[in-house]
């Protein structure tokens, strides 16, 4: 698809018009029709805040009952319109990204609760974008019901009954809000369970600061206060919610993979669900712990078809999107609590919990790529051999090698494994030159 990629449609905020917004709006109602209800809310960048404005206007235009709930995390909004009875939802964010982009994400109902738009929907509205006789003359909203507080309050109350009797007395935590919308509610949870807790980059408002040098991306500043505090662990999401990493009492970065392996071991899980981006040392634990892996292409989406599709409980990325029993999309607060709950009940330490996963050296470069170039990596005879030839080489190391295009951002990941680091980065940064020269 032209605009839909591996989570939603992502883009430079200024290229949201008016005119595009609406025409996501008539695409999902010709999709759906106009006797549908539509939840909106979204993230805090400051484009956001003028994009649900042109939503709203589009759904009044088009008639189509309408909600704002204003700043909410992904899995809040995917959750609580379902849950409020919404036909739909379009979630404004661009995740983990500057604040200079944004982007949009649609859950629809199924079967027991919220899901990522089908791809025929997605098919409906890309034509309503390429449509050249589009004509939109807007018409003004006169109200818009604001559902942040009861939708706040659903969320919390979910949050709370998943993670059952539990008491965080004596857990002292950090969290990092990335500047989004988990600012909205990422401490009280914790300390509404009796932690402690210390609290950077939560701006609620409308923000230019979002994901900058913070949040999941960028744990430097986490790891620096759980070490200099005294801290148990830490804890950091992403611009929108639907992801979180932490950080142990040493500093040391625990990533999904490894949260994987400690929520799988804690419910004595069987079967887990997760991507090519998985590290070696995750299938080695599955493998020795008896656990079958179900290998999904890059995106939480692939990892939740998987789920349905397989009747599997648990899954995830490395990224730290996971996908906990139960629910339908990555929720970073949620696994936050639950690694709590981990901790509060094994009384271990989450260095003593990541333990049982041995990371393989990694190592991850970005090579800048357009549209074409993108393409011309799966068609190009020259890169096939190029890429052939780097596995080969990679097996002196007992390594392995992915490279795939970006499907939200312009470029192309090449990622690594090995048993040594220095020869398999020096291998990384050679392939992303001569892959470049082909390209």
Known sequence: MKYFGTD????????????????????????????????????TRESTEWILQDLSTA????????????????????????????????????????????????????????QKLSASACAKIEQALENAEFSYAPASPTYREDLHGEALALYQSHLLKYLGEVDFKGLK???????????????????????????????????TKINAECGSTHPESLQALVQQNHLDFGVAYDGDGDRC???????????????????????????IAITVMANQGLLNWAKSANITTEITPVGDSNV???????NIQLG???????????????????????????????????ADLASIVTKFPQVIVNLPATPAQKESLKTSSQAKQLLLDYSHKL?????????????????????????????????????????????
């Open 316 to 350: 995830g990325e490395q990224s730290g999107h996971i996908i906990l029993p139960g629910e339908t999309t990555g929720d970073g607060i949620l696994t936050s609590l639950m690694l709590a709950k981990v901790i509060s009940k094994t009384h271990k330490s989450l």
């Open 8 to 43: 939603g449609i992502r883009q430079p905020a200024d290229q949201f018009t008016a005119d595009f917004l609406a025409r996501i709006v008539k695409g999902l109602a010709d999709y759906a029709g106009n006797n549908i209800k539509i939840f909106l809310a979204g993230d």
């Open 395 to 439: 097996e002196t190391y007992d390594g392995r090698l992915l490279v795939r295009p970006s499907g939200t951002e312009p470029l192309i990941r090449i990622t690594m494994w090995g048993n040594d680091l220095a020869p398999i980065s020096q291998l990384a940064e050679d392939l992303k030159l001569n892959l470049g020269a082909i390209l």
């Open 173 to 207: 935590v950090a969290i990092d809000c990335a500047n989004g919308a988990t600012s909205v509610i990422g401490e009280s949870v914790f300390t509404d369970l009796g932690a402690e807790t210390q609290l950077i980059h939560a701006d609620q408002h409308y923000n």
């Open 304 to 310: 939740a078809a998987a789920m349905r599709d397989k």
């Open 245 to 271: 990493l932490c950080v142990d009492h040493a500093g040391n970065l625990i990533d999904g993979d490894q949260i994987i392996a400690i929520l799988a071991d804690f419910l004595h899980l069987d079967h």
């Open 59 to 114: 759904c009044e235009t088009f008639g189509l009952e309408y909600s704002s709930a204003g700043i909410l995390p992904t899995p809040a909004i995917n959750y609580c319109f379902y849950e409020m009875g919404y036909d739909y939802a379009i979630d404004v964010t661009a995740s983990h990204n500057p604040y200079t982009d944004n982007g949009i994400k649609i859950f629809e109902r199924g079967t027991n609760s919220g």
